[in-house]
């Protein structure tokens, strides 16, 4: 099993920034794609970004493309999620994902899930 832990959720203002981190353990790290997903309330879980195990290909949403950035460090076992340019309808809670395969956009093809971490942008 590989187990997730997201942090850096919190409340920020319009405009403002945010770093969230998954602690990843329980397996070898580097072998995982990740993926960062979030779930707004009475609304489907959404794709925001995911990144190879090798950090060499990158996707984003089109909402979040220009002001969000994911990385990894794999000798960390931790991937990151810097979101910049916050807008309140990014308020969602976050969660990462990992997979043992090429990095994809779909929320079912994941295998591992993080308990999320809540993010509320006010206007």
């Known amino acids: 099993q590989l187990q997730l832990v997201e942090s850096g959720g919190g409340l920020v203002q319009a405009g403002g920034s945010l770093r969230l981190s998954c602690a990843a353990s329980?397996?070898?790290?580097?072998?995982?794609?990740m993926g960062w997903f979030r779930q707004a309330p009475g609304k489907e879980r959404e794709f925001v970004a995911t990144i190879r195990w090798s950090g060499s290909t990158i996707y984003y949403a089109d909402s979040v493309k220009g002001r969000f950035t994911i990385s990894r460090d794999n000798a960390k076992n931790t991937v990151y999620l810097q979101m910049n340019s916050l807008k309140p309808e990014d308020t969602a809670v976050y969660y990462c994902?990992?997979?043992?395969?090429?990095?994809?956009?779909?929320?079912?093809?994941?295998?591992?899930w993080g308990q999320g971490t809540q993010v509320t942008v006010s206007s």
């Open positions: 329980g397996r070898t790290f580097s072998n995982y794609a």
């Open positions: 994902a990992a997979r043992s395969r090429l990095e994809a956009t779909v929320a079912r093809l994941y295998d591992y």
